[in-house]
């Protein structure tokens, strides 16, 4: 591989620290940990302590179903802009995104479908 390609481990930190700005801009939350593993075409990212103020007010207050949709919409909102940020880091289409939150651990998977691995060079 070409040098100038950079190795998985910078792509997979790049796209940590950017996600979790991307939160920190739009949600004016930061989620406490992101992790992001590459797999050939595939990319998983895990968010820790995503859930916010407001969401977790809901929950606490019995009202956990519309917690849940809050959580919903706003994971559907920023999945236009995480596609966006995925290609611009990694250099590849993405052709899908796939996204669950579990309220009770405040913790967010993501699994994003590449059309193709991203090029890197070996570590």
């Known amino acids: ?40 075409e595939k990319i998983a990212i895990i968010l820790e302590d995503v859930v916010t103020q407001p969401e977790q007010l809901l929950v606490e207050s019995g009202k956990e179903e519309l917690g849940e949709k809050v959580r919903e919409e706003l994971d559907q909102a920023l999945q236009p802009q995480l596609k966006d940020l ?16 579990k309220i009770e651990t405040g913790r967010t998977a993501t699994v994003a479908i590449l059309a193709s691995p991203p090029s890197v060079r070996n570590s």
């Open 1 to 40: 591989m070409d040098s100038s390609f950079p190795t998985r481990g910078q792509l997979e930190r790049t796209l940590s620290q950017r996600i979790q700005a991307l939160y920190r801009a739009q949600l004016e939350h930061r989620p406490s940990q992101v992790f992001c593993q590459m797999f050939d």
């Open 86 to 101: 995925i290609e611009e880091i990694v250099g590849v289409e993405v052709l899908d995104i796939l996204s669950n939150t």
